[in-house]
């Protein structure tokens, strides 16, 4: 098995050979694209006391979820300055390596998500085949580390769109399938509130344009 640079850099080279294919066989690239990005979240985030962005490029911290950051980052200025959920902006940036954070369990277990990005079941100790960062079942401390107790606290999560064209690409070669029939598949079941953004690294440039630190996990 590659290492994850290494799988990424193929990642790229399948998915934009998809796209040069799809394009020369006459589908528009306007299919993996939305005709409107609708910004205007972003107006709500400048107007929190305390924000800020998490640049999401790894899956595994030793063993926990790098979703932790976030969790921490907000519970640490709820005890110095009393800030009430409300009062914070978490935004967690979804691209590359953190790819996989962002679907439903039926793409984990159709594509070889877990395989590909090294990611182990607790429960079945293989490579998982359900997405262990949206586990609705999970208790004590690690339950506030999950995609859905973040978004109950009003983090926002996205994912970006290059990447998901890229890795959509990709699966739809190794499954001999239609590159826009694959993305849509993707991009239809991603996990509930995820917003899908232009570009990753666009989008964190925006972020700290409108006021938010940033933190690269």
Known sequence: MTDRRQFLGTLAAAGAASFVASEAAGASPAIFRQQKWDLTWLDAVKAKAHKQVYDMG?????????????HFWMEANKEVYGSTDAQMAAIVGI?????????????????PLGEHWKIDDPKTKAASKRNV??????????????VQALQKRGVIVWMCNNALTVV?????????????????????????GVKVVVSHTMMLGACQEHGCTYQRV
């Open 168 to 192: 959509s690409g990709m699966m739809a070669d190794n499954t001999k399938q239609k590159h826009d029939v694959v993305y849509n598949e993707f991009k239809a079941n991603l996990l509930p």
């Open 133 to 146: 960062f949206a586990d609705p079942t999970e208790t004590g401390m690690t339950a506030a580390f999950t």
């Open 95 to 111: 691209a590359g390596n953190a790819f996989p954070m962002a679907f439903k369990d039926s793409m984990w277990a159709k594509y």
């Open 58 to 70: 790894v899956v595994d911290t030793g063993g926990v979820s790098p979703l932790h950051f976030a």
